[in-house]
């Protein structure tokens, strides 16, 4: 993690620099951000993302400090559809804390990571309103991704016809 500039101890507080000085970057004509981390004058950037205002920022992760970081300045929030993942207590934990924070829940779309790949089992995640899933694709031979594609080739078209 120091190799990439990082320190384990402050890597949220990295983090969330990062994503508001690329957001000012992106949205404003001259921009500056004084952090304690991100420090820079007014510069300007170009090309401006063709995304308006910009590309979603989505923030990966199932915790209740994940949640806080994507009501305060992310664009989404993006969980593993692993471990007994719930989709209707995801979707509220995020709605919950969203509204404490003010924040509008319908602004945070939700994208689940390695959600199961079989209709029935996403039934709860679009009850919940779950805006997107993506499946899993295997570290493994290509025949093998191949097989898994092509296995899961019909339900996206399912998905996407929906």
């Known amino acids: 993690m120091e190799n990439h500039g990082a320190r384990y101890e402050t890597r949220f507080k990295l983090l969330r620099e990062r994503v508001l000085a690329m957001k000012e970057l992106w949205t404003q ?41 994507v009501v305060e300045f992310a664009d989404g929030w993006f969980p593993r559809g692993r471990n007994n993942f719930d989709p209707k207590n995801a979707v509220t934990r995020l709605h919950d804390a969203a509204k404490a924070a003010g924040r509008d829940p319908a602004t945070l779309p939700i994208t689940v990571f390695a959600a199961p790949p079989d209709s029935e089992k996403l039934v709860p995640y679009r009850e919940a309103g779950i805006h997107r899933v993506l499946f899993e694709v295997p570290d493994a031979s290509r025949d ?19």
């Open 144 to 162: 093998e991704i191949l097989r898994v594609l092509d296995k899961n080739a019909p339900l996206v078209a399912e998905l996407a016809t929906d």
């Open 29 to 69: 004509e001259e921009a500056e951000f004084h952090g304690e981390f991100v420090n820079f004058d007014p510069v300007w950037m170009y090309p401006k993302p063709k995304q308006r205002p910009h590309p979603p920022i989505l923030i990966g992760g199932e915790t209740d400090h994940t949640i806080k970081r």
